[in-house]
């Protein structure tokens, strides 16, 4: 059964007085190597059937939420009737408003997007045509470099198909790539990624002749001690920074007092300053090359999302604005007991400097001595109250000496929040595309710059290696 066809059955045999049902028709590509060798690959199709059944009671809403995978035709009165009696067994849902119901024509859809009548999308072996030549050049390189190549190469579609009693159909089709890439060789360990909509974009040999340079590095070693560095974070270990801090900023949570966003004595900090130097974090379901859902997508409710607003379009969202905060992720629940404008979180996100930010060579070249990182990985919250995170450096720290690299370095344990790093940095480079390391099982669709930190926390020494 087609995932449209599988909405309306479901839709058609619900006897809630309200339902919405989730379809999502995935197909998967991967290649994966190790030592300059490809080592297997293949294509895997999966499916998910989300039903929400509503019940309407004197107190309010009840919600009962059931999902399954791999859902059959003679399985879907079955999966409707689960959703039933789990709604017939809740308390009404705090965030229970009115669905969302169908805008003009074509509202939620790119121009130029599939219609919801259309095949679901799906990705394939071919979608590596262009990279698998220039990855099997790059391990011929690497061979003859005395250089061992390892990692994966891996490209989901998405068809996502929400309908609901209200008559809202909408359809999002979403890629997601990405590329992971580690060298090992006599100057230890070294790794890129890249994020990537459809692999035509990716550069190999400009990300394997960053790891040869990195190895080179790291045939010198320099032992140093825990303490405070002037840093320079790449643009990956920001976006894992960023991610976090995203990811803590809830408007639900920051009311009532449980994170870094809320303000002393009551309500959140919003409209306060934050960075010292004038960034923005933002949002854009529409930015080029991370382009996500234009409307929200919800197959289970919490403090950050609810299953009522399925549907809510998604519009570009600033969430901190030259350094001030502005925004904080909001459901129409939330949004009524902060009194906060409605900001729902979307899938991507890009943090940006001043206009003319440096490369991340220009910054290595204009540094007297400090550290230059690679990724940051094990990345673990300490404190809510203040966002205190810790985690380790990976793949390569390297010693930058009067703007030349000298050498590698141990590894760290840091203890740092990001939202205190905002307030102490000394520049912020250009933004690009990156992936993030620690988090691209869960968040691929980033945009960031390096960052300068004059003092970050180095608190210990690692003997991870």
């Not at 009522?308 to 969202?317: E, V």
């Not at 760290?412 to 912020?428: A, I, K, M, Q």
């Amino acid at each position: 059964m087609r995932p449209q066809e599988a909405v309306e059955r479901a839709l058609s045999l619900s006897r809630a007085e309200d339902c919405i049902v989730i379809a999502d028709e995935a197909s998967t590509a991967n290649l994966r190597w190790a030592g300059n060798t490809l080592t297997t690959n293949g294509v895997t199709r999966s499916n998910r059937l989300t039903v929400i059944a509503l019940r309407h009671t004197a107190g309010g809403v009840a919600a009962g939420v059931v999902s399954r995978s791999a859902v059959g035709a003679d399985g879907i009165e079955d999966l409707v009737r689960a959703a039933e009696a789990d709604a017939a067994g809740n308390e009404p849902a705090e965030d229970a408003r009115p669905l969302i119901t169908q805008g003009p024509p074509g509202a939620g859809r790119p121009a130029g997007a599939p219609e919801w009548e259309d095949d679901p999308a799906e990705t394939g072996i071919g979608v590596f045509e262009g990279f698998a030549p220039a990855l099997g050049e790059a391990f011929a390189a690497a061979q003859a470099g005395d250089r061992r190549l390892y990692g994966f190469a891996n490209h989901m579609l998405t068809s996502t198909f929400l309908g609901s009693s209200a008559g809202l159909r909408l359809r999002h089709d979403q890629p997601t790539g990405l590329l992971e890439l580690n060298a090992k060789g006599a100057g230890g360990s070294a790794w890129a990624g890249v994020g990537t909509r459809d692999f035509t974009d990716v550069d190999v040999p400009a990300l394997t002749g960053d790891l040869a340079r990195r190895l080179e590095w790291g045939e010198r070693r320099v032992d140093l001690p825990a303490g405070r560095y002037e840093t320079i974070l790449p643009p990956s270990a920001v976006a894992d920074l960023m991610i976090y801090l995203y990811w803590s900023a809830g408007a639900q949570d920051a009311q009532d007092g449980r994170t870094v966003f809320s303000a002393p004595g009551g309500g959140t900090r919003v409209g306060e300053r934050l960075a010292n130097l004038p960034v923005t974090l933002s949002s854009d379901p529409a930015a080029a090359g991370m382009e996500c859902a234009p409307f929200v997508i919800a197959h289970a409710s919490s403090r950050e999302s609810s299953v009522f607003d399925n549907g809510l379009p998604l519009g570009a969202t600033d969430w901190i604005r030259e350094g001030t905060l502005t925004s904080l992720t909001q459901t129409r629940h939330s949004a009524e007991r902060t009194g906060l404008p409605l900001s729902p979180s979307v899938d991507n996100l890009a943090l940006t400097g001043p206009d003319g930010g440096a490369s991340l060579a220009e910054m290595v070249a204009r540094t007297e001595r400090g550290l230059l990182l690679t990724c940051l990985w094990y990345i673990r919250e300490v404190d809510p109250q203040s966002l205190l995170l810790t985690g380790l450096t990976r793949d390569g720290v390297y010693l930058v000496e009067d703007g030349e690299v000298v050498g590698a370095v141990n590894n760290f344990r840091f203890n740092e929040s990001p939202v205190d790093l905002l307030s102490r940095l000394t520049e912020v480079g250009e933004t690009g595309p990156t992936l993030p390391r620690e988090w691209s099982d869960y968040f691929t669709r980033t945009a960031m710059p390096a960052l300068r930190v004059p003092d970050f926390n180095m608190s210990t020494v690692s003997q991870a290696s």
